[in-house]
């Protein structure tokens, strides 16, 4: 069972920056994508930024210009730059895979979650 493990969030003043980082336990195949999603208390869970296999990229509007993903494909691992932070950007921040197994069929793992919180 492979998992995703997260690291780099904290507490950060606005305006400041933190890097998220996101490892799969053992090496995967046939990734479609890998990315970020958050979730604030109260709210329902919402897409932060993708970056597919082949580097194209997609971010929220809410973080478009501000936060920058980037991908390590040989390591399985995605990282997420987050720079002039807003405490509208506190939430739980999940890493999500997606890769096609041999049905064809996307599978979605997802991490524990990073807390990020962002103080005026």
Known sequence: QVQLVESGGGLVQAG??????CAASRRMFSIVAMGWYRQAPGKERELVATVTSGGSTNYADSVKGRFTISRDNGKNTVYLQMNSLKPEDTALYYCNLARVDSYGLVI?????GTQVTVSS
């Open 16 to 21: 400041g920056s933190l890097r998220l980082s």
């Open 108 to 112: 979605d793992y997802w991490g524990q």
